[in-house]
């Protein structure tokens, strides 16, 4: 299962958003088209042999609007077509994880191997792992997620 949640800024708002993951995960850094292949569910495994589960807020959250516009593209009937094809195709076991909340995400986050998160750059809390998206952390210029 792929583990990724969305929840911070982009177009929505101000504030940057971290990419975060269990803290076993062993990448660092991921480039943007690395990062958007996890969120499409196309690439499902860490290269430690780790599954990626995917945790993504509900729909009307901001940060689930930032993932569609920013990442995925796709309308939100775009993207929930999207995933059901996949699941019917077996590309995927199952589509990502829905939380209601960032305090649920990270929570998901820090005791799921493999997981990773969108969370606002400000709340993301000690003992997970920020990773760099082509070289750049949350804040800096030019980071793609801001």
């Not at 076993?24 to 088209?33: N, Q």
């Not at 995925?72 to 909340?101: D, H, I």
């Amino acid at each position: 299962m792929l583990a990724l949640v969305l929840l911070g800024a982009g177009s929505v708002n101000a504030d940057p958003v971290a990419v975060v993951v269990h803290p076993s995960v062993e990448v660092d850094e991921l480039t943007f088209a690395e990062f958007r292949k996890i969120i499409l569910g196309d690439r499902q495994f860490w290269s430690a042999g780790h599954r990626i589960t995917l945790i993504v807020r509900a729909p009307v959250a901001d940060e689930r609007t930032l993932l569609l516009e920013e990442v995925y593209k796709m309308s939100e009937a775009q993207y929930r077509q999207y995933w059901v094809a996949k699941v019917f195709r077996a590309e995927v076991t199952s589509g990502p994880r829905v939380v209601l909340s960032n305090e649920e995400a990270v929570d998901l986050v820090g005791v799921i191997e493999g997981a990773v998160a969108i969370v606002n750059a400000e709340d993301v809390p000690g003992g997970l792992k920020v990773l760099k998206i082509d070289g750049l952390l949350p804040g800096d210029p030019d980071y793609r997620l801001n």
